[in-house]
């Protein structure tokens, strides 16, 4: 079993920035492909960057690319998502989840079956 816990959420103007954490409590974390969620008010969860075990393999939606970066600290057992340039529609509850999987199927967005609480991010006008 695997714990995610993520932090860094919050309210932010619009063209700023924030830094989510994602915090796995195991000490396998460089095994696992780990992604970016996020589910806005009435909407469905959406797969927003995801990142293979090492690292050296990312791929995000259309709407974050360019703005968004996500990273991973294998010695801290952490995963993080640099947002930048934040955008209204950006608001949404964000999640971080993990699976073991290869590389492309960690990289289109599906199959996770670890899931931290979520962290909310407000954009305001």
């Known amino acids: 079993q695997v714990q995610l816990v993520e932090s860094g959420g919050g309210l932010v103007q619009a063209g700023g920035s924030l830094r989510l954490s994602c915090a796995a409590s195991t000490r396998t974390f460089s095994s696992y492909g780990m992604g970016w969620f996020r589910q806005a008010p009435g909407k469905e969860r959406e797969f927003v960057a995801g990142?293979?075990?090492?690292?050296?393999?990312?791929n995000y939606a259309d709407s974050v690319k360019g703005r968004f970066t996500i990273s991973r600290d294998n010695a801290e057992n952490t995963l993080y998502l640099q947002m930048n340039s934040l955008k209204t529609e950006d608001t949404a509850v964000y999640y971080c989840?993990?699976?073991?999987?290869?590389?492309?199927?960690?990289?289109?967005?599906?199959?996770?079956?670890?899931w931290g609480q979520g962290t909310q991010v407000t954009v305001s006008s």
């Open positions: 989840a993990a699976a073991r999987y290869g590389d492309s199927v960690i990289l289109s967005g599906v199959g996770f079956y670890y």
């Open positions: 990142i293979n075990w090492s690292g050296g393999r990312t």
